[in-house]
Each structure stands twice: as structure tokens, then as C-alpha cells.
T-cell receptor
Framework: KAGVTQTPRYLIKTRGQQVTLSCSPISGHRSVSWYQQTPGQGLQFLFEYFSETQRNKGNFPGRFSGRQFSNSRSEMNVSTLELGDSALYLC?????????????FGSGTRLTVV | DAKTTQPPSMDCAEGRAANLPCNHSTISGNEYVYWYRQIHSQGPQYIIHGLKNNETNEMASLIITEDRKSSTLILPHATLRDTAVYYCIVREETSGSRLTFGEGTQLTVNP
């Protein structure tokens, strides 16, 4: 079956702009989580969506937001981009529900802010 | 979630077993040990998880000490493609989605 698909793979944006990243989970998976990975901070949890509702959020400013559609596809948005937002953004999907059984990650979107 | 401690780097010869240790001395009774790995510029990949019994799958074996304060991930016959950062994560099964990644261990498999 198809894995987790993230688009685009690479993105270059200018400071002050906004960006939207997309994640299509594995078919049947209802939970989508987003992570940011930078050399300095490592992998950090952004938020999780399950059945179109955000049910967990990491410690990031309000410039980072997301949503999930009825088909479980998810988008995350970063507004007023800063140089420090340059990172690999990873999406992970799982069946969700009350029991965690492992995530499948996508290959990520590499965002560069100049 | 309990904190984990891993060596920053390890080397292994191709074809030999790679044994990656993880210390989780503050683990609580309902927390599982999970292992993920991340090959350069790819997303993390789930390897294996366990509660207190040793576990084995097609990728690796997980050995958890009897007091559960530490564990070892074993790759029985390491290949060059196993070169990656390996993360040991401790969490409750029902604690929601958040995975707390530490710095992991950079495993380099040498020819």
C-alpha cells in the first residue's frame, strides 16, 4: 500500500511569507502528526490531528497551525516565516484511536527560508 | 514520558551484530520502549517496541533488562544500509501521539 506522501519535497521561501505543507496519510489511517527537525533542536512535535480535530499540540508559536480534512489528509501552515523556521518538516500517520501502535513517517518537506 | 540516555555514536563492521544500548532508569510500569531509526534525510522508521519481554521481528531484536531500566536493540547482521541514527523512546501506549525524540545514536556500519 502507498506510504505517507508529503508535498512538496523542497521549498524555498522568503522571510515574512507564509507556507502551506501537505501530508496524505496511509489509507485508513486517521491520525496525522507533524514534526519539525532542525540540527540544533532535533525532532520536535508540532501537533496531531485525529478525525479533523487537533488533539495534541507541542510548544510552538501560533504562527504554526494545521488542519485535517475529512479524507484524513492534513496541511500545516506557517505564517510570517522566520529564518529559524528552516527545517525538515515531517508528517507521520497512524490508525489513531486509543492505542499507539507505531507511526509511519513520510520523507518530509525541506523548507528553506531566505 | 521517561527520559532516555544513548551513546552519541557507535561503529560496527558489516555482517557483525550491532548492539545499541539505551538507559531508561526512570521508566514506569506502563511505559513501553520503542525504537526508531532515521536514515539520512528520510523520515524516522519504526523498528520494534516492547514492554518487559524480549521481542524479535524481521528487522531486529529488543532485549529489556528484568528491572526494565535499560534495553538493547540488536541488529543481528548489520549492513551498510543500517547506517542511521537510532532513537530509543519510552512512552505509555495510550499517552497520545507525541513522540519525544532524544539525540539518538549515530550507528555507522563500516565495510
Amino acid at each position: 500500500k502507498a506510504g505517507v506522501t508529503q508535498t512538496p519535497r523542497y521549498l524555498i521561501k522568503t522571510r515574512g511569507q507564509q507556507v502551506t505543507l501537505s501530508c496524505s496519510p496511509i489509507s485508513g489511517h486517521r491520525s496525522v502528526s507533524w514534526y519539525q527537525q532542525t540540527p540544533g533542536q532535533g525532532l520536535q512535535f508540532l501537533f496531531e490531528y485525529f478525525s479533523e480535530t487537533q488533539r495534541n499540540k507541542g510548544n510552538f508559536p501560533g504562527r504554526f497551525s494545521g488542519r485535517q480534512f475529512s479524507n484524513s489528509r492534513s496541511e500545516m501552515n506557517v505564517s510570517t516565516l522566520e529564518l529559524g523556521d528552516s527545517a525538515l518538516y515531517l508528517c507521520a500517520s497512524s490508525l489513531g484511536g486509543g492505542s499507539y501502535r507505531g507511526y509511519t513517517f513520510g520523507s518530509g518537506t525541506r523548507l528553506t527560508v531566505v | 514520558d521517561a527520559k532516555t540516555t544513548q551513546p552519541p555514536s557507535m561503529d560496527c563492521a558489516e555482517g557483525r551484530a550491532a548492539n545499541l544500548p539505551c538507559n531508561h532508569s526512570t521508566i514506569s510500569g506502563n511505559e513501553y520502549v520503542y525504537w526508531y531509526r532515521q536514515i539520512h534525510s528520510q523520515g524516522p522508521q519504526y523498528i520494534i517496541h516492547g514492554l518487559k519481554n524480549n521481542e524479535t521481528n524481521e528487522m531486529a531484536s529488543l532485549i529489556i533488562t528484568e528491572d526494565r531500566k535499560s534495553s538493547t536493540l540488536i541488529l543481528p547482521h548489520a549492513t551498510l544500509r543500517d547506517t542511521a541514527v537510532y532513537y530509543c523512546i519510552v512512552r505509555e501506549e495510550t499517552s497520545g501521539s507525541r513522540l519525544t525524540f532524544g539525540e539518538g545514536t549515530q550507528l555507522t556500519v563500516n565495510p
